[in-house]
């Protein structure tokens, strides 16, 4: 659980960075997968350095899926959003409201009733055809991503954001079932181009301008498709007796997140109020 929430830490801080490093690359192509955008994005160091935490996130989050249940490391994950909304209020001078404070505490809340009502993570369903599955997911979400590019803005914004987090779901599902490093093992693969779209897709998303929209479907992206395989295919379960907090904490810790879904592009908004002060104050 220490591991599953550092990874949040990190992922909530890299999240401040790419933000940033995103807007700084300049407008996309306007297409869902961006390639030449996260080219782009790559030069800036505010960039490159929130991908450094997220390695170490990373890290973090595969010591807590070897231990824990998909569904308690995926609602720690969409908690990164309240350690966002933390630093962006500190470091970026980001009024938080009321609420977004009580959704602070909600996510805190949601997630201590996670960490007493988990069991072990369960060892079922790791089959074949649940690694081939997985790797046909993973092309799925990059075609998601492309088709996105061809819709309105606004079902745009949402389905990059929620093919982002079917792409980081896939990946905690992959971590899950793999064993050791086989190239002939289609989770790794599906490892590989799950994680690599999604990527691709939330640079595209925190380019486009209705990130919080964006963000929203990360957050059920990556948390309640993972969560249903876990269950489903896996075997993970909770501590006897406590399936229903297990699950009250999981409802909880998700619709805080939501709630704070703003700060996935909270770095750019505090930014641009900068500017815009900046600009009056030369006017």
């Keep these: 659980m220490i591991c599953a ?39 800036q160091w505010r960039y490159v350095a929130g991908l450094g935490m997220d390695g170490l996130g990373f890290v973090l989050q595969i010591v807590a899926l070897r231990t824990l249940p998909i569904y308690v490391v995926g609602a720690s994950l969409a908690a990164s959003l309240a350690v966002t909304a933390v630093i962006a209020s500190r470091m970026l001078k980001v009024r938080l409201s009321r609420t977004e404070w009580a959704a602070v505490a909600v996510v805190c809340l949601g997630l201590a009733m996670l960490a007493l009502a988990s069991g072990r993570e369960g060892h079922e369903g790791a089959d074949a055809a ?5 790797l046909a997911a993973s092309f799925g979400v990059l075609a998601a991503g492309a088709a996105a590019g061809r819709l309105p803005n606004r079902p745009r914004a949402l389905t990059l954001g929620l093919a982002g987090g079917l792409g980081f779901g896939v990946v905690e599902i992959a971590v899950r079932l793999l064993d050791s490093f086989d190239l002939t093992d289609p989770a790794l693969y599906a490892l590989l181009v ?31 498709g993972p969560a249903v395989v876990g269950i489903t295919w896996l075997g993970d379960t909770t501590r006897p007796g406590l399936g229903w907090l297990a699950l009250l904490g999981f409802a909880v810790a998700v619709a805080g997140s939501l709630t704070l879904a703003r700060f996935g592009e909270a770095p750019a908004e505090a930014e641009g109020r900068a500017s815009g002060a900046g600009a009056g104050a030369g006017s």
């Design 5 to 43: 929430l550092g990874s949040a830490v990190c992922f909530g801080a890299a999240s401040v960075f790419q933000a940033l490093g995103a807007r700084a690359a300049g407008p996309g192509t306007g297409g869902g997968v961006d390639v030449a955008l996260q080219l782009r994005a790559l030069r």
């Design 130 to 134: 649940l690694s081939w599955g997985l």
């Design 194 to 224: 799950g994680g690599g779209g999604a990527f691709l897709l939330y640079t595209s998303a925190l380019n486009r301008g209705a990130v919080t929209t964006a963000t929203a479907g990360l957050v059920l992206g990556e948390t309640i």
